[in-house]
Every structure is written in structure tokens, then in C-alpha cells.
């Protein structure tokens, strides 16, 4: 089983619809937590850190529940521009080393 | 600022080659990432360093794979020799060694060098 576990995708969605992407990690050790996105042969970039009282940055919200090992990101509002592959980390802590997921695939479609 | 760099940004060998890439982290990064990121999958951490020093090489395939970055400052990733499944893109990530205000350390990747195998 993968220490972190992502939908692949892709989400097919139109301009202006809600999205949802899920996460589960498997190491309850896992200390922080994060969305990153990755553009088509770009380098992954950091979204958003995720805590388990949920942080909100514009039109992304991201949510932590520590005791189901489960992550959320919600796009409202999608735009074109929001297409990439959303990246689920997870820092086991005192090395700061990240284990990805496999990404989940985001096309808005106008 | 300056983001990490790396080169080449591509490359293309043949199976039993040896191959190096290099990476200069931002300026006043304790700690370099070597990932390698393979077609539909996550990056996987490669090797870690803090300074000069190997925090976690646990990942590194040691009897292909080598690394070094001696002055604590720029680092080669070297493959020798190289197979078809070391298809990848190779990533080089740097952090600070202190936690930032968010209370994470934060790491930067650079554009990677995609290497293929034939």
C-alpha cells in the first residue's frame, strides 16, 4: 500500500464548478501536511499548507482529520488556468522529508 | 531571488552510459533534494543533504546512483550505469535549515533535467 493514496483522475470539469480532491496517508507519525501542483512538465510548486482546523486561500480550501488520516482540497470557481495536477504531501517531520502522491489531474474545461 | 538551478534540461542516453546532472540551490539553503519523478507518479525523495552531510540517502539505489555535494553549496547526481527504467525527470529541491514563520520548512524545486534511456 502507498504511504500516500490520490485519485488519479483526471476531473474533467467546466469553468465555474466546485471541485473536491481526497487524500489518505497511511503513517499516523506524519506531522505536516500540504498541497502541491505541478504544471504540465513544470516543477511542483507549494499550494497550500493544510492544518486540522482547515485554512482557506481564496477560492481553495484544504482540510486535515487527523484521526481518519484523510486530506481535502476544494476548488471553487474553477478557471481555466486551474488545470495541473494537484500534488497530496505529506513531512514525517524531523528530516523534513516529503512523501508525495501519485497527483490527481485537473482539466477545467471552458 | 534566484531559483534553484539545474542542468542539462534534458538528456538522452544509451542504456549502460553514465549520466550527471547538476544543481545549485537558492543562495542560503541548508538542505538539498534530489527527487526523481517518474511518468504518473509523485517525486521520490533520492537523497537528502544538510550542508555537506547525507541526512537520508535510504531511497538512493547505491550501486548506480551517487551523489555528492562537497562544499555544502552545488551538488552532481550521477547514474552509472544508467538502465531504461531511470527514465525520469530528475528534481533538485532546497530548504532552509530553520522552520519559516508557517512553521514548515518550505522547499523549492527547480525546473528538473528529464533524462531518457534508450
Known amino acids: 500500500r502507498k504511504e500516500v493514496e490520490q485519485d488519479p483522475g483526471p476531473f474533467n470539469v467546466p469553468e465555474g464548478a466546485t471541485v473536491a480532491f481526497n487524500c489518505t496517508y497511511s503513517?499516523?507519525?506524519?506531522?505536516?501536511f500540504f498541497w502541491y501542483r505541478q504544471d504540465c512538465r513544470k516543477e511542483p510548486k507549494l499550494l497550500m499548507s493544510?492544518?486540522?482546523s482547515g485554512n482557506e486561500d481564496g477560492r481553495f480550501t484544504a482540510q486535515l482529520n487527523r484521526a481518519s488520516q484523510y486530506i481535502s482540497l476544494l476548488i471553487r470557481d474553477s478557471k481555466l488556468s486551474d488545470s495541473a495536477t494537484y500534488l497530496c504531501?505529506?513531512?514525517?517531520?524531523?528530516?523534513?522529508?516529503?512523501?508525495f502522491g501519485t497527483g490527481t489531474l485537473l482539466a477545467v474545461q471552458p | 531571488e534566484a531559483g534553484v538551478a539545474q542542468s542539462p534540461r534534458y538528456k538522452i542516453i544509451e542504456k549502460r552510459q553514465s549520466v550527471a546532472f547538476w544543481c545549485n540551490p537558492i543562495?542560503?539553503?541548508?538542505?538539498l533534494y534530489w527527487y526523481q519523478q517518474i511518468l504518473g507518479q509523485g517525486p521520490k525523495l533520492l537523497i537528502q543533504?544538510?550542508?555537506?552531510?547525507?541526512?537520508?540517502d535510504s531511497q538512493l539505489p547505491k550501486d548506480r546512483f551517487s551523489a555528492e555535494r562537497l562544499k555544502g553549496v552545488d551538488s552532481t547526481l550521477k547514474i552509472q550505469p544508467a538502465k531504461l527504467e531511470d527514465s525520469a525527470v530528475y528534481l533538485c529541491?532546497?530548504?532552509?535549515?530553520?522552520?519559516?514563520?508557517?512553521?514548515?520548512?518550505?522547499?523549492?524545486f527547480g525546473p528538473g533535467t528529464r533524462l531518457t534511456v534508450t
Open positions: 529541491a532546497s530548504s532552509l535549515i530553520n522552520r519559516g514563520k508557517t512553521g514548515v520548512y518550505e522547499q523549492y
Open positions: 503513517n499516523s507519525a506524519s506531522q505536516s
Open positions: 493544510v492544518y486540522s
Open positions: 504531501v505529506v513531512n514525517r517531520g524531523a528530516t523534513n522529508k516529503l512523501i
Open positions: 543562495s542560503g539553503h541548508a538542505t
Open positions: 543533504f544538510q550542508n555537506n552531510g547525507v541526512v537520508d
